[in-house]
């Protein structure tokens, strides 16, 4: 079944730190944090999200 929930786009934050998403996916998830400067990938983490119900 294609649910058609896009996932992995590199999103401006417009230097607000923060973002806000919902999804129907529940348990252990990750998130990937770039910080950009001039186009350059100056710093990178992985962010445990555990999703419960």
Do not use: L, M, P, Y
């Given at each position: 079944m294609k649910r058609n929930n896009i996932r992995g786009?590199?999103?401006?934050?417009?230097?607000?730190?923060t973002?806000?998403?919902?999804t129907t996916f529940r348990?252990?998830?990750?998130?990937?944090c770039y910080i950009?400067?001039?186009?350059?990938?100056?710093?990178r983490d992985t962010i445990d999200v555990p999703i419960s119900e």
């Open positions: 786009q590199i999103i401006d934050d417009n230097g607000s730190f973002r806000i998403e919902t348990g252990s998830h990750f998130v990937e950009i400067k001039d186009d350059v990938v100056v710093a």
